[in-house]
């Protein structure tokens, strides 16, 4: 087979596999699930895989909803990420229900040609995008230290594609306040209050607002603000995330937002407890796939804008400080509608949105073809 071959070849089997790639994301869809909870969405994947000729293994890198796929056995190693999760409320607000049937579409078009061009393919369903950092937990078990190149497409609203998105760097923290509970009319001056901590600390963050970069983003929610309004609050929590353009950034950001919290223990006498989590690195988009990507799915209709004035973050920015990567986002029709609102999860089973799981798959595929047929590229990759 000649190249003209191979990419008649992709686009054949994902025209042949698309009832049951939208099947795949409208059954997601139908069923949300949250991070490291994705029990049904994991098993479709890992059976779907399986039945395609892939050697599977299930609840890796010890995550239980963590799928590895593998097929071929050639030198030029490429994985293709699979997402699952929902977020709560909302459900499939981010679209990965297209996220996974799309990696799913590309690994199955690639799989009866990937030891005639020397791949081999990983499709790596991730658990726990939405703040839980699957992907990280992959890195760390070594599963891309062979891989020479990563990819996934996300949905974003239309009608525009975009090659290399505003990604950001975020670290996720979980504050709480101990103070000391008191009847609130008749001993309220024995009480230490931890609800007034977190105000001051959130007054505090509002006016340091003034002093970020427009690029910089600070948000959270109050978990637990008190128990009733005649005890002086013992107890109180929330979750913050910390947002900027590089994770040089962020930590400066962390710093002066540490201080606020810091604010809000010294005003009232609580102690401050802050957990961190998972850090979520910016993206590293590697232009030369970008535009290789890019490329391809012109070639499918697909239209792009030239920049994202819309940033966000993924723990595929960690993949990209490990391999090089892409993360194209993928336009549907959303009628106004932003990731993470009710509405957009409603557009996420429109005929837009299954369109975006077949243009994806088939355009991922042409790429990896294009990666393996470029001696120059394959040769970059491979170092």
């Given at each position: ?7 008649e ?8 596999s ?11 869809h ?35 909803t963590?799928v ?20 709560p ?46 992907k ?18 996300h ?18 923290l ?14 309220p001056?024995l009480?230490?209050?931890a ?36 005890i ?28 606020c919290?810091?604010?809000?223990a010294l ?11 998972v ?34 973050s ?70």
């Amino acid at each position: 087979m000649n190249s003209d071959a191979h990419r008649e070849a992709v686009k054949r089997v994902v025209s042949d596999s698309s009832s049951q790639l939208i099947d795949l994301s409208h059954r997601i869809h139908a069923n949300p699930e949250l991070g490291y909870e994705e029990r049904l969405a994991s098993a479709w994947l890992a059976d779907a895989l399986e039945s395609a000729g892939f050697a599977v293994e299930r609840g890796v890198a010890g995550m239980e909803t963590a799928v590895h796929g593998q097929v071929g056995s050639g030198p030029l190693h490429i994985a293709i990420c699979a997402e699952y999760d929902a977020l709560p409320e909302v459900g499939h607000a981010c679209g990965h229900n297209i996220i996974c049937s799309a990696s799913l579409g590309a690994g199955l078009a690639l799989a009866p040609i990937a030891d005639v061009l020397g791949l081999r393919i990983s499709v790596i369903g991730t658990p726990s995008e939405e703040g839980g950092g699957g992907k990280v937990g992959f890195i760390d078990a070594g599963f891309f230290d062979d891989v020479h190149a990563s990819m996934m497409v996300h949905p974003f609203p239309g009608p525009d594609d975009t090659a290399m998105p505003a990604v950001l760097a975020v670290n996720h923290l979980t504050v709480r306040y101990h103070g000391k509970e008191a009847h609130a009319a008749a001993y309220p001056h024995l009480g230490i209050n931890a609800a007034d901590a977190l105000v001051v600390a959130q007054t505090a963050i509002a006016l340091m607002r003034q002093q970020l970069l427009p690029t910089d983003r600070v948000h959270g929610i109050v978990t637990n603000g008190g128990d009733a309004p005649n005890i002086i609050p013992a107890e109180t929590a929330a979750d913050f995330m910390v947002r900027s353009p590089q994770r040089e950034r962020m930590a400066e950001v962390m710093e002066l937002v540490r201080r606020c919290f810091e604010a809000g223990a010294l005003a009232t006498g609580a102690e401050l407890e802050i957990e961190e989590h998972v850090a979520y690195e910016d993206m590293r988009h590697d232009e030369e796939l970008a535009a290789i990507y890019r490329r391809n799915a012109e070639s499918l209709g697909r239209t792009f804008r030239e920049a994202s004035d819309s940033p966000y973050s993924t723990d595929m920015g960690n993949v990209s400080y490990v391999v090089p990567s892409i993360h194209p986002d993928i336009g549907i029709d959303s009628d106004g509608a932003v990731n993470h609102q009710a509405a957009f999860a409603a557009a996420c089973v429109r005929p837009s949105a299954d369109k975006a799981v077949l243009d994806s798959a088939v355009a991922m595929a042409l790429t990896i073809i294009d990666i393996a047929e470029d001696e120059g590229v394959r040769n970059r990759l491979r170092g």
